[in-house]
């Protein structure tokens, strides 16, 4: 399934509708679904197909 790397509009606590908690500040992947399509759409998310998460120092590419 495709994926997005989806990041919560700062001051927002978005909740996964699978695992009932709060998408990470930092930005996590997840499901290409409506629900975070949606979540996107409304600017509660940034992020998408084209996001990609920054690499931690010292990680290779």
Do not use: H, N, Q, S
Not at 17 to 42: F, M, S
């Amino acid at each position: 399934m495709k994926t997005l790397f989806l990041k919560p509009k700062p001051g927002v606590l978005v909740k996964d509708p699978v695992t009932g908690k709060p998408l990470a500040t930092e930005g996590e992947e997840k499901p290409d679904t409506t629900y975070w399509r949606r979540r996107i759409t409304d600017g509660d998310v940034t992020g998408g197909a084209g996001l990609v998460p920054a690499r931690k120092k010292g990680e290779e590419t």
